[in-house]
């Protein structure tokens, strides 16, 4: 008798699109399911990863381990599969009968399609499946014309911005995103008008497979069956999709930066009015980091897309944990030392005392 196959799903999408967010509440309402998770970071600090550890995977609610969370931080997921993806699939295989389901979270700037060809390989082959890949969306960035095939949209960006090459490699690679998926969650659409979800509706079906769904979900709510056990077998099916990049040897992420800066803040709101003016000045597409406030015993999470930030506390400080602020800006031509500077800069001068 043929041993069951691990199902994997692969949930993919632009930065800041909330995969993460998704995928914290799937695991925080996983009903029983032993679930394995991957999780690709761009940069080196391991936020997702963080996060992820806060809602509880690695333990459950008495300590007890109920998973494990790899997380492979030294590039985009597809491009580092040969010397670390393979590794740690090896290891999940070892432990099949205590795994019910694995889910792949990639990179915002991974290509999906090269990693559902990874299960092609004849030792991956015999122990997983792809379920399927699913896509998550940001709907108010699509509302602006950020990632839509709007011809309108772009020249009004062109108009605004002088570095328009740069917007090129991230519209194909969003539309690559939508390519490759067999389900396509539309997110946050609280942010958007019933008539802009109708033009994001259309912008997501122009670049989709016949008949794909399109589900609507607002801070990663959505119903883990709706997600899980599609049973698309992805990776049968993966070659006959196609996306920009199929005639390139190598779908490298040169064109993308990821810079750390260690900061000093003072107050919330300063580090946010600072983050809006570098974000104004530099190609900057991500931000996202942990932040220590004085005399605030939680922990502050930053994250953003273009000019777009939202903070909250997740947690209180460890007593093991150095209390410190980093974060990690992910762009095109990014200069770690011009970036640090002027942020320094602009919390200096942010001498106003406001309160967390």
């Known amino acids: 008798m043929q041993t069951r196959k691990i199902p994997a799903t692969i949930i993919t999408g632009f930065l800041g699109s909330g995969k993460t967010t998704l995928l914290r509440h799937l695991l925080a ?143 194909e690679l969003f539309e690559d995103q939508l390519a490759t998926a067999d389900l396509v969650i539309v997110h946050k659409t609280d942010g958007v008008t019933p008539a802009q979800l109708v033009e994001v509706e259309a912008a997501i079906r122009a670049e989709t497979l016949p008949g794909v769904k399109l589900v609507h979900a607002q801070h990663g709510r959505i119903d883990m069956g709706v997600l899980l056990g599609l049973e698309r077998a992805v990776e049968d099916q993966i070659d006959q999709r196609k996306t920009h990049h199929d005639e390139e040897e190598d779908h490298d992420h040169d064109a993308f930066d990821s810079v750390q800066v260690a900061l000093d803040v003072t107050n919330r709101e300063g580090l946010l009015a600072a983050l809006q003016g570098v974000v104004a000045r530099h190609e900057i597409y991500r931000a996202k980091g942990f932040v220590a406030l004085p005399g605030v015993a939680m922990r502050l999470v930053v994250q953003g897309v273009g000019t777009r930030f939202d903070s909250y506390f997740d947690r209180p400080w460890r007593a093991d944990e150095v209390r410190q602020s980093r974060l990690v800006l992910i762009g095109s031509e990014l200069n770690a030392a011009v970036l640090q500077a002027e942020l320094s800069a602009a919390l200096a001068a942010s001498t106003t005392p406001v309160a967390a």
């Open 29 to 171: 309402n996983a009903q029983g399911r032993r679930i394995a998770v991957i999780v690709n970071e761009f940069g080196e600090l391991g936020i997702d990863g963080e996060l992820l550890r806060g809602c509880g995977i690695g333990c459950d609610e008495n300590g007890e381990e109920n998973g494990q969370l790899y997380e492979l931080a030294n590039g985009c997921l597809c491009c580092t599969v040969q010397e670390e993806f393979a590794p740690v699939m090896e290891q999940l295989a070892k432990r099949r009968d205590q795994i019910d389901h694995l889910i792949i979270e990639t990179s915002g700037l991974a290509l999906p399609k090269p990693l559902v060809q990874a299960f092609q390989w004849p030792a991956l082959r015999n122990t997983f499946t792809v379920d399927a890949v699913v896509t998550v969306v940001d709907a108010p960035a699509v509302a602006a014309g950020d990632f839509a095939d709007d011809p309108v949209a772009v020249d009004a960006q062109r108009r605004a911005d002088d570095n328009l090459d740069h917007d090129s490699p991230l519209h």
